[in-house]
């Protein structure tokens, strides 16, 4: 009774996070457009656009969201939306149900590598998105398998590794560091440019150290509470420094989906932390498949 109350806990957890990161994609393309512009307005659009026989203005459009592009690009926040219900309504067994999720994922991974064409290709780029990409993945698998079994725990270490990692390369500055880390940094703790960039540098040291941290068993739990508290903070940060009494909603409009989309920066962690809590470990299906690095420990059929 302790374990299925338990799994119910950590599913809900997922649920959440997969929630908040389509709900935060769902108003940034509905309210915004989606960044697919470094995949759209390119030479490789226009050859298509002759292809099709159409014009370039009959293909992209003039600006009023009359072309083709504008008015398809405009159209996917709705299956955004779609899987924002289905983290919710989402059951095992129901294929259709898991089979949304995943095309929501191949979605996030989509958008996530116009983002990294845009940064001129930079790895950073692509892996912090780790997490958002993988998000609904992991949720499928704890679906399907349980929350503590070794494919749903693995998929949400690998998300949290790439999403720190990519996060810590641009904060120790092996890629340029993105300005508004600078300015967020600033904004909020009061500091100068190069006050901003020591304590950058740190912080992206740490986004290693969690990364190296949550492969050893005695510090996981440790590494992933970290990555939880310091996944929220850096969520936090962009209404924190962009909202100002003096804009239109206070800049909610602009910067609170921001933090949103970014949830699975959070969840995932905490559901490794809570996931990995001593009294959770209880077999499934004959083996403890939530502990990596174990062998699992076959259970006796009682005679």
Not at 158 to 185: E, K, Q, R
Not at 202 to 227: E, N, Q, T
Not at 254 to 261: C, D, G, P, R
């Amino acid at each position: 009774m302790k374990s299925l109350s338990t799994d119910a806990h950590l599913i809900l957890c997922l649920r959440f996070g997969a929630f908040c990161c389509f709900a935060g994609w769902t108003w940034a393309h509905w309210y915004w457009e989606g960044p697919y512009g470094a995949l759209l307005w390119s030479d490789g659009t226009y050859s298509l656009a002759e292809s099709l026989g159409l014009s370039w203005d009959q293909f992209v459009g003039t600006g009023a969201d009359d072309g083709f592009v504008q008015k398809w690009v405009s159209r996917l926040f709705w299956p955004y939306a779609a899987c924002m219900v289905l983290s919710l309504s989402a059951r095992p067994k129901a294929w259709w149900h898991l089979a949304g999720l995943v095309v929501g994922s191949g979605l996030l991974a989509v958008l996530s590598y116009a983002k990294y064409v845009a940064a001129q290709y930079q790895p950073p780029m692509f892996l912090e998105h780790g997490g958002q990409m993988l998000m609904p993945i992991v949720l499928v698998l704890a679906l399907q398998f349980g929350p503590r079994h070794r494919s749903t725990i693995l998929t949400a270490c690998l998300a949290f590794v790439a999403t720190f990692a990519g996060h810590g390369s641009y904060a120790v500055d092996w890629w340029p560091t993105p300005p508004n880390f600078y300015a967020m940094t600033s904004v909020i703790l009061g500091v100068d440019y190069e006050t901003a960039k020591s304590l950058l540098l740190v912080a992206g040291m740490m986004d290693f150290v969690v990364c190296i941290g949550i492969l050893v068993p005695f510090l996981r739990r440790s590494a992933a509470l970290y990555g939880a508290v310091w996944g929220l903070l850096t969520a936090l940060a962009r209404p924190v420094a962009g909202m100002s009494w003096g804009l239109i909603y206070w800049g909610a409009d602009q910067f609170v989906h921001e933090t949103v989309l970014r949830a699975p920066h959070f969840v995932l962690p905490l559901f490794l932390f809570l996931v990995w809590r001593p009294d959770s470990y209880e077999p499934v299906h004959g083996c403890e498949p939530a502990l990596p690095g174990r062998e699992p420990e076959r259970v006796q059929a009682s005679k």
